[in-house]
């Protein structure tokens, strides 16, 4: 077939401007005449030039445009019919080409023939047309005459492949090739491809580019097959032409097959071509992409490229600094911007491709989807994501859960985002604000993973992009920390911190933006205020002077108010930002910092508006105890943190020195003087002083005079007696210790005397004068009590590392201490119901909770402080108090020595009253993550006695029981407020956010890293005290110890020796179930842990590989099991065995030996079996139980011994007895085995395979079996409701048995529609116990509805749903195994659980039909959904079954 064209003819001059851009065309002004010209061609008798000019054209010579006089097509029809007509036609066509070839021997002559024709002007004024073709292309257009002429122009071409353009910059190559482009009709198309091909195949490389580039303008349609072909083998052997033959293979026609082909070929080569020809073959990749191979391609496209490849700029840049001193920096320079631009260009095209092919986004998101390991993941992918997040509004939602799924798994880790910007910024910089919203969505994630990741884009963005990015950046961030969210603000904060180190300069030129958060304080956390002034103080003193004096100003202006200010939470602002700037301006400027560039050290000037500015926040805070204090503890938690300048710092110490001094010690021989209402003697001394030397905290005297007599504070005092409130000894000291201890690097020797001196105070104890004393005295006594237990928290912070065997026997001998006051508190908190506590940590999480008159002694009647009373009201100081003290703390307050406030005042077993003190939490002084390097120290029991903390000292203090539950509290509360994630750990509205955080200030102050670096450490002393618990028990046979059965001594010890086991299998919990392992930062941290665990099985000296660590941790854990002493010890070893399990590639291998320890400890009989009607056992049990079903092999077979050997067993028990087999089965506790069971075995069933007809017998007899299984085990179940009829029972009934009767009609039937047949017998037996489980469930319902229950019958309507399903497609099995006649529909009566039948006000029909039709079953249906209150329910479900009677009357 000849194909047809048909062009403009304006197009046809188009294509020779372009490719000769440098012609010069003659004016038509100067072709005005048609007279004769002196450059015409004489005729000479030549055929060719005398029909030419009869036709309308003359022929010129030199560089003279050949002029034609008519119209082109004229001129075209006037030539065809002279040719035609001529007497001698056909020869005459041989003559007249014989013509054009002599006179195109000339090269002028060919050029002019080859270039376009001059027409005259009137004859332009008559066409309208502006272009005429060439002389060639006209005879081109000629059919008689295109074979000839075609032959001739490719006899021409090859004289000049390989000359270069002429002085014009015309190709005659390329301009012969022009000619044959866009023919309206191509003659002989077969024989033009074939020797376009062959001029192809010889000419030079330039020139290939252009003529392949050329064919689908010259070729048909007809010929696009062979040419692909041809193309292809020319693909193959010349790579570098294969920029041009895809560029042709996307404006062809050709076979999918084909494209596929190809496609794999250039996939191939993919990895090796050069980066200019990137653009195009990922442009053909993506275009020749189908529906169906799109994931396919996709996938294997971003295998294989890789942009680092040819561009990283890490070598780019040493590349360039070598080049500069050789003087290449510029080609260098030229070569880098030229990758770049082909880079952009490569995204263009994917952007292109994505943002009009739907299928091609889609794929690559599957295809990122389907990537699970985390080193699979490539820049690519994240960049990939962000791109297609930004051309399509339709894929945000998606790309959004796609980029939260690869977080939350850990495959997107920081340093692949890294890579990702560094390799594609300049791709990434036009999409930035999609990027920034991608950001601001992330950081409204609960999950802190998610937010982090945001921080991550707003950092690399800042990073990477241009001014104006930077700028939008900050902004973002600016607004995020005035959303008032927590973790937002956090992260925002973090952000701008980093972003200050990261560059400073910038940031300097965004401070306008934030300056403006100062606006938004009030609602803000400590913690984050401390930032905010952090950021700011940055920028506002930064090197270069006077650049930032607005800032300095602004932020003196608000100090200064916020200082003034008689509101607490404004005063508070002013201390912390006053603290944290006067700590900016006086860091230490001779150490290295993180900042590029240092100021010069702190001048004289500069000194003097630093100690001038902590006058005045001393100043206005000295008549406050509670901001004096908070400024003592802000002080310190600076000088912690950074290093000050030696002139600041000494001044600082020597006035905390002085004022300490003068303020709380007082000589040992001063006797003090006044009217106490208590004797007063000098108690807690830890060495014998006599009478000439010594000194002592003179707390009593301080305490009384601080208060009146009614319990009021002193409001007005001497202007002269500078006196100090003891309600600010701790934190006092605390900035003393710290200042000391900086000044003498960590040296305490200039305070020593504090650690043991005594105080001056009554004798707390109580004893028996507790009744006696009045509610004021008491209260006096429990506030004294408070501040000597604070006091000794903050002796033991400063002096627990120092190293001297002395300092190390007084610390333990003041943890002694802590213990006994300890238990004095409970004393009086036990009688004391409405007491507030003096203050101990003052921020602003504890604002809303105490009541800030200064006041420890209350004398106000308050509501009863019990838990669980009415709702306190908000504004109320003493209740909001209440509130805070009976708060819930923790999961893990569950130790018997920490009862719920709910039991504030009780009863123990020893006739002891006593209250939790976990809900006194924020009156005391946090104890230091250091505190813990106590534990090095042994522990001695009657059983074993461990090594001695210090071997030089003549006397041995060693580390008690009682002090290790005191250190293991406290540590197991940290780390359970840091280590578990943001998620898990909500808090109900209702509550007060910060109530969790209270106590924890310090430890917020230090990175999670540092905190899990400090547990690592403790690994070995902590395991040594697990073993010695264990041995403990172990000797005591602790499995059969009953504590009523022991004296009392025996039993309190085994009471404490059992918290401590459980608080450091919590603590180990805490450690290995931290979800910071899986970063990549923290393995290091993982691999010690685990290093610990495995070490104290055996001692290697080889570093072993995580696996195998982890099986000897596990192996070392799990031989603890033998002597566990309590339920709760058992269940968190089980939590941790499952956490380190999650930690192993091959988890499966230790699943039945999990298995196997909670069947043990479900079989075990455990002391104080009362308790198991508390919540917490209950919780506890479930847990146990889940775990135990969830990891043994067969799941239907544990449920069938559960319920077919311990229910019977606790049924035929007496009242309150439990079964022998499982002890922990009891009546009361049968709930939760039913509960646990029920859904394990409706879970189980759910994710069975229904299996195929294609499958073989055995695998249908092995299903068949496995739902013979479980359907007796449902069957045992369901019929325990008979004899336990509590609500809880028959709710897990209708629940759990709607969800097992949907999977079995989705995960059975299918199995039995092409299992009849072969296993009939099977099958009707499956039916037809089902059917009595049915008809139970039946009864159920209406049970329900008699007794009105509205908790049972709102699941009633979904259960008698899938019940007539059942019935339906129970038929329908029948039906397809041509066994209709066997099934029957009956009415079945209404019954209780017991099997009476329950008389309805409107009688039912006892009819019974034996329809074989479908509208039998309908019309019944029908009926039963219209009867009332169900007395006809066709859903009795199973009547179906009555397919006993199948097994005779079928075939």
């Not at 018997?896 to 209250?915: A, H, I, L, M, N």
């Amino acid at each position: 077939m000849v194909s047809k064209r048909r062009r403009l003819d304006s197009e046809d001059q188009e294509t020779v401007t372009e490719d000769d851009p440098k012609i010069m065309k003659q004016p038509f002004s100067k072709l005005t005449k048609k007279s004769h010209d002196p450059c015409e061609v004489e005729e000479n008798g030549s055929v060719f030039v005398r029909l030419l000019k009869t036709s309308g054209l003359t022929l010129k010579t030199g560089e003279n445009q050949n002029q034609l006089g008519v119209d082109q097509i004229i001129f075209q029809r006037k030539l065809f019919q002279a040719l035609r007509k001529h007497p001698s036609y056909p020869k005459v066509l041989e003559e007249f080409v014989h013509g054009l070839e002599s006179y195109t021997e000339d090269c002028e002559s060919l050029r002019n023939c080859l270039l376009s024709c001059e027409r005259l002007q009137d004859e332009e004024a008559s066409t309208g047309a502006f272009y005429s073709k060439s002389l060639i292309k006209l005879l081109l257009g000629i059919d008689i005459l295109q074979p000839a002429v075609i032959k001739m122009l490719f006899e021409k071409v090859p004289q000049f492949l390989f000359e270069n353009e002429s002085s014009d910059g015309i190709n005659m190559c390329r301009l012969i090739i022009n000619q044959l482009k866009w023919l309206d009709r191509i003659v002989d198309s077969k024989d033009l491809t074939t020797q376009m091909m062959q001029l192809i195949s010889v000419a030079p490389v330039n020139l290939q580019h252009d003529f392949i580039t050329s064919l689908p303008e010259i070729l048909g349609d007809s010929q696009h097959a062979n040419v692909g072909k041809e193309l292809r083998e020319l693909l193959m052997q010349n790579t570098s032409l294969t920029v041009p033959i895809l560029d042709v293979f996307s404006s062809l026609r050709l076979d999918s097959n084909f494209l596929s082909e190809i496609r794999q070929l250039v996939m191939g080569r993919l990895s090796s071509v050069r980066l200019e020809d990137l653009p195009v073959i990922i442009k053909f990749l993506l275009h020749s992409v189908t529906d169906s191979t799109s994931l396919e391609v996709i996938s294997e496209l971003r295998e294989k490229l890789n942009v680092q490849h040819f561009i990283l700029p890490s070598r780019v840049q040493a590349s360039q600094s070598k080049l500069k001193s050789k003087g290449l920096a510029s080609s260098s320079g030229n070569q880098e911007n030229s990758d770049k631009d082909c880079v952009i260009l490569v995204f263009d095209v994917i952007k292109s491709a994505i943002r009009y092919e739907k299928t091609i986004s889609e794929a690559w998101i599957k295809a990122i989807e389907r990537i699970e390991s985390a080193a699979e993941h490539k820049a690519l992918d994240v960049a990939m994501l962000l791109i297609i997040y930004s051309t399509s509004t339709q894929t945000k939602k998606g790309i959004e859960k796609v980029l939260r799924n690869k977080i939350q798994s850990g495959c997107i880790q920081e340093q692949l985002l890294d890579s990702m910007f560094s390799t594609h910024h300049l791709v990434l910089k036009d999409i930035c604000p999609s990027i920034l919203l991608l950001a601001q969505t992330l950081f409204h994630s609960q999950d802190q993973r998610i937010i982090l990741f945001g921080s991550l884009l707003y950092k690399y963005a800042f990073k990477f992009f241009d001014t104006y990015c930077q700028q939008e950046v900050v902004g973002a961030l600016v607004t995020h920390i005035c959303s008032g969210n927590e973790a937002e603000v956090d992260t925002a904060l973090d952000v701008l911190l980093e972003l200050i180190v990261l560059n400073p300069s910038a940031m300097r030129l965004n401070a306008v933006f934030i300056k403006g958060i100062l606006d938004y304080l009030e609602n803000m956390s400590p913690q984050q205020i401390r930032k905010i002034f952090c950021i700011l103080s940055t920028l506002a003193f930064s090197q270069q002077p006077g650049t930032s004096n607005h800032i300095q100003d602004e932020m003196h202006l608000v100090i200064r108010k916020q200082l003034s200010s008689t509101v607490f939470k404004y005063k508070l602002i002013g201390i912390i930002g006053a603290v944290t700037m006067a700590g900016i301006m006086a860091e230490d400027r001779t150490v290295p910092s993180n900042s590029t560039q240092r100021r010069a050290d702190l001048s004289t000037e500069e000194c003097t508006q630093v100690t001038s500015l902590l006058q005045l926040v001393h100043s206005c805070t000295e008549r406050s105890p509670w901001a004096s204090s908070l400024y003592h503890d802000e002080f310190a938690n600076l000088i912690q943190e950074r290093k000050l300048a030696p002139k600041t710092l000494e001044w600082v110490g020597q006035t905390i020195f002085n004022d300490f001094q003068d303020a709380f010690v007082v000589d040992f021989c001063a006797v003090p003087e006044g009217d106490f209402p208590f004797p007063v003697k000098a108690l807690y001394g830890l060495e014998e002083y006599s009478t000439q030397d010594g000194i002592v905290i003179n707390l009593l005297p301080l305490f009384l005079r601080e208060f009146a007599e009614d319990g009021s504070q002193v409001t007005s005092q001497e202007s002269s007696q500078k006196s100090m409130s003891p309600l600010c000894l701790a934190s006092h000291f605390r900035l003393l210790r710290l200042c000391v201890a900086r000044q003498h690097n960590g040296n305490l020797d200039e305070i020593d005397g504090l650690l043991d001196c005594p105080l001056f105070l009554p004798d707390l104890e109580p004893g028996e004068k507790l009744e006696s004393m009045s509610a004021k005295e008491r209260s006096l006594m429990c506030s004294l009590t408070f501040l000597t237990f604070n006091w000794f928290r903050e002796v033991v912070n400063a002096f627990c590392q120092q190293t001297s065997p002395e300092m190390k026997g007084k610390v333990l001998s003041r943890l002694k201490d802590l213990v006994e006051l300890q238990e004095i508190l409970e004393k009086y908190l036990a009688v004391i119901p409405d007491y507030v506590p003096p203050f101990a940590n003052i921020d602003l999480d504890t604002l809303d909770k105490i009541p800030w008159s200064s006041s420890a002694i209350s004398t106000k009647n308050r509501n009863k402080g019990k838990m669980g009373g009415r709702k306190q009201k908000a504004d109320s100081k003493a209740s909001s108090t209440e509130t805070l003290l009976t708060e819930d703390t923790s999961e893990y307050d569950m130790v018997p020595s920490g009862r719920s406030q709910v039991d504030k005042e009780s009863t123990g077993k020893e006739g002891k009253t006593f209250v939790s003190l976990q809900n006194y939490r924020a009156f005391f002084r946090e104890l230091d993550i250091e505190v813990f390097s106590i534990l090095h120290s042994g522990l001695v029991t009657k059983f074993i006695l461990d090594t001695e903390m210090h071997t030089e000292a003549t006397e041995v203090v060693q580390l008690g029981p009682a002090e290790l539950l005191f250190l293991l509290e406290d540590l197991s509360q940290k780390l359970e407020n840091v280590l578990t994630p943001s998620f898990a750990k909500r808090i109900c509205f209702l509550k007060n956010k910060g109530s969790r955080n209270i106590g924890f200030s310090h430890l917020h102050q230090r990175s999670v890293q540092d905190i899990v670096h400090c547990v690592v450490q403790l690994l070995t002393p902590m395991c040594n005290h697990l073993e010695n618990i264990h041995n403990y028990f172990q000797c005591s046979g602790a499995e059969d110890l009953r504590v009523d059965d022991k004296p009392r001594v025996n039993a309190q010890e085994h009471h404490t020796m059992s918290s401590c086991y459980q608080r450091l299998l919590q603590i180990l919990h805490a450690l290995f179930a931290w979800k910071g392992f899986t970063h990549r930062s923290n393995h290091h941290l993982l691999h010690s842990a685990l290093e610990v665990l495995a070490s104290r099985l055996k001692q290697t000296e080889q570093e072993q590989p995580l696996e195998e660590l982890v099986s000897q941790s596990f192996s070392y854990l799990q031989n603890f099991h033998h002597y566990i002493p309590s339920f709760q010890c058992g269940l968190y070893l089980l939590r941790l065995l499952m956490a380190l399990l999650e930690k192993s590639a091959v988890p499966t291998q230790k699943k039945e030996k999990l298995a196997s320890l909670a069947k043990q400890l479900l079989c075990r009989a455990w002391p104080h079996g009362e308790r198991e009607k508390n919540t917490n056992f209950n919780d506890h049990l479930h847990d146990l139980l889940c775990i135990y079903l969830e990891h043994t092999d067969n799941v239907l077979k544990a449920i069938e011994e559960i319920a077919g050997v311990g229910v019977p067993e606790l049924v035929n028990a007496p009242k309150d007895a439990s079964s022998s087999t499982f002890p922990t089965l009891s009546r009361h506790t049968f709930v939760i085995f039913f509960r646990v069971m029920m859904a394990e075995l409706e879970k189980t069933v759910r994710g069975l395979q229904a299996g195929t007809a294609a499958d073989s017998r055995q695998v249908h007899e092995e299903k068949l079996l496995y739902w013979n299984m479980a359907v007796r085990d449902f069957s045992i179940l369901i019929n325990l409701m008979k004899v336990f009829d509590s609500y809880p029972v028959l709710h897990v009934c209708l629940k759990y048995g709607r969800h097992f009767v949907e999977a079995f009609l989705k995960q059975c039937m299918p199995l039995l529609d092409f299992s009849f047949r072969k296993h009939r017998e099977d099958v009707l037996s499956l039916l037809e116990t089902l059917q009595l489980n049915t008809r139970l469930l039946h009864h159920l319902c209406g049970h329900s509805k008699i007794h009105q229950d509205t908790r049972l019958t709102k699941h009633v309507p979904l259960l008698k749903k899938s019940l007539e399903l059942l019935v339906c497609r129970v038929k329908a099995m029948l039906v397809l195994n041509n066994c209709r006649e066997a099934f029957w529909l009956g009415t079945l009566k209404n019954r209780d659980l017991q099997g009476e039948e329950i008389v309805s006000q409107y009688p039912s029909s006892p009819e019974s039909t034996s329809e074989d039709s479908e509208d039998g079953i309908t019309s019944h249906v029908s009926r039963s959904r219209a009867t009332k209150d169900g007395e006809d329910e066709a859903s009795d479900g199973q009547k179906d079954q009555d397919s006993d009677e199948s097994e005779d009357s079928s075939d």
